[in-house]
């Protein structure tokens, strides 16, 4: 099973990595056409003032959401979920209901395929609701009440904490732990938020880890 998992989880890379770059190659091909049928770029010291300004306002997540997404999404989920995107409000949930609808253990290769296999879906899903909604979705969002409008603030927040609160059900102590740990550091330690983030992932896997030696330990 180990030399199984290595293979899959191999050629999930090989393939990632190429699908990832062809990805990040495809966003620039609007920009060559405007470059090459109308000479149309911006200068070269724009052009990195602009890359700056994005990479010290989201440079941080870069590092910080695939190593918080990872164990929840596996490997060849994370390089589906970083292509497509939404990855924190749609993906996450999906690989959460696939894997607690199939009802396999944490941590097998059935248990990555079947979360994989949600976050596929909700790719499908997503394309299909979004061509929709951008024909229709105007006038729906338009024709709505404002306190409707005002709830979809808090639809991140909320889907979070679904997640949470049903990964947190497989294993009460490390959710309670953690959900402690979370909050001694927001209120006691004085750190910038993509630091908090890193900290309260940090403490949850520790937390985690801790578990389950004691769980062995009894066992």
């Known amino acids: 099973m180990t030399n199984t998992n290595y293979s899959f989880s191999e050629r999930c890379v090989k393939l990632g990595v190429v699908t990832l770059l062809g990805g990040i190659m495809a966003n620039f091909i609007p920009c060559l056409y405007l470059w090459i049928r109308y000479d149309a770029i911006p200068p070269f010291a724009d052009m990195l003032k602009i890359w700056g300004l994005v990479a010290s306002v989201y440079g941080i997540s870069w590092l910080i959401q695939p190593i918080s997404f990872f164990p929840l999404m596996g490997t060849a989920g994370n390089y589906v979920g970083w292509l497509s995107g939404s990855v924190a409000d749609i993906k996450s949930p999906a690989?959460?209901?696939?894997?607690?609808?199939?009802?396999?253990?944490?941590?097998?290769q059935e248990a990555e395929v079947i979360r994989t296999m949600g976050i596929i879906v909700s790719v499908f899903v997503c394309v299909t609701l979004i061509t929709i909604f951008a024909f229709v979705g105007a006038q729906i969002v338009a024709m709505l009440p404002d306190a409707v409008k005002r709830a979809f603030a808090f639809m991140l927040p909320a889907v979070f904490g679904a997640v949470y609160a049903d990964l947190s059900s497989k294993n009460l102590l490390?959710?309670?732990?953690?959900?402690?740990?979370?909050?001694?550091?927001?209120?006691?330690?004085?750190?910038?938020?993509?630091?908090?983030?890193?900290?309260?992932?940090?403490?949850?896997?520790?937390?985690?880890?801790?578990?389950?030696?004691?769980?062995?330990?009894?066992?």
Do not use: C
Not at 97 to 106: G, P
């Open 95 to 108: 690989a959460t209901m696939a894997h607690k609808v199939a009802e396999y253990e944490d941590g097998t």
């Open 174 to 219: 490390t959710g309670i732990l953690t959900i402690l740990f979370a909050l001694g550091s927001l209120l006691y330690v004085p750190i910038p938020g993509w630091a908090q983030t890193l900290l309260i992932v940090a403490g949850g896997i520790t937390f985690g880890n801790l578990v389950y030696k004691l769980d062995s330990r009894k066992k």
